[in-house]
C-alpha cells in the first residue's frame, strides 16, 4: 500500500511539477511560505502511522490536480519534521493549512469527505484571502509565539464576538486558560462549544479536565504502596493520575508505561488508556507524546 508522502517524487499522478511535493522543516519557508506568495499554498501534515491521512491524502492530490495550478499541495510528515507543526500547534493529523501570501488563513483537521476537500481547495483557489475571523485567529496565535498572553486572549475574545461558535476560538480560548491553570475558566469558555465541535484544542482541554478531576490530591500513598509491591498496579496507575493532574504529564506517562511493561492486560489495559488520555491532552505532537508513543513502542514491539 501506498503511503501519503511515498508518491513517486512526491507527486499525485497527473499532477504537474511542482504542484504537489513533499516538504521539510529546512525547505518550509521556500516552499510554503515564499511560495505562497504568488500561489496559494495548502500544506497537509501527516504521519505514515495516521490511518485517516491515507484517507485524505489523495483527495487532497485530486482536488488540488483538478484545480489547474491555481493552488499548490506540500506534504509534510511530522516524526521527521516536527518543528512547523509545532508552530502551527497541530494537535492531531492529518492536520491541513492553506497559506496565502505567506500566512496561513484557512485550515481543517481530520479527514473530510472527497467534496468538502473540494469546495476547500475551490474556495481557496478562487478567493485566497483570510476572513476577518482568520486574521484574528493569526494575530492570537502570533500573540502566543511571543508569549503575549494578553494580546492572545484579546483575539480569542474578538474573535468569539464575531461568531461565538468558533471552535478555533474557542478551542484556543481555553487552552489558553488551561495552561494557566485557571481550569474553571477554561471549563466555561468549553460550555460555549457545540457538542460535536471538531478542534484539536478543545479536544485536548477536556481531556485535561478530565485528568484533573479523576486525580487524587496527594501521592505519598501510592508511593509507599508502590515501594512495598510494584506490582502494585491499582497504586501506579492512581499515582500516574496524581501525577497528571498537578500537570507533571511526563512523570505520569513513565508510570504507566512502567505498569504496562510489568502487565499490559491489567485490569482491561486500563494504564494504556490513561496514557492515550495524557497523550490528547498534552498534544499529539508534543515532546511528551513523542517521547511516550517511543517508550510504548519499544515495550509492546519488544
Partial sequence: ????????????????????????DASFMADVVEASKTTPVIVDF?????????????ALENAVTAAKGAVKLVKIDIDKNPAYAGQLRVQSIPAVFAFVDGRPVDGFMGALPDSQVKAFVDRLAKQGGASPIDALLDLARESLEVNDLGGAAQAYAQALQMDPGNARAIGGLARLYQQQGDLERAAEVLELAAPDAKDPDIDAVRAALALA??????????????????????ARLELAKALAGSGRMMEAVDQLIESIRRDREWNDQAARKQLLTIFEAAGPVSEVAKQGRRKLSSILFS
Fill in 1 to 24: 500500500m501506498t503511503l501519503i508522502g511515498e508518491t513517486q517524487g512526491g507527486q499525485g499522478k497527473g499532477a504537474p511539477a511542482d504542484l504537489i511535493k513533499d516538504a521539510t
Fill in 46 to 58: 501527516w504521519a505514515t502511522w495516521c490511518g485517516p491521512c491515507r484517507q485524505l491524502g489523495p
Fill in 213 to 234: 478531576a479523576d486525580a487524587p490530591s496527594e501521592t505519598a500513598e501510592f508511593e509507599q504502596r508502590l515501594a512495598a509491591d510494584p506490582d502494585d498496579h491499582e
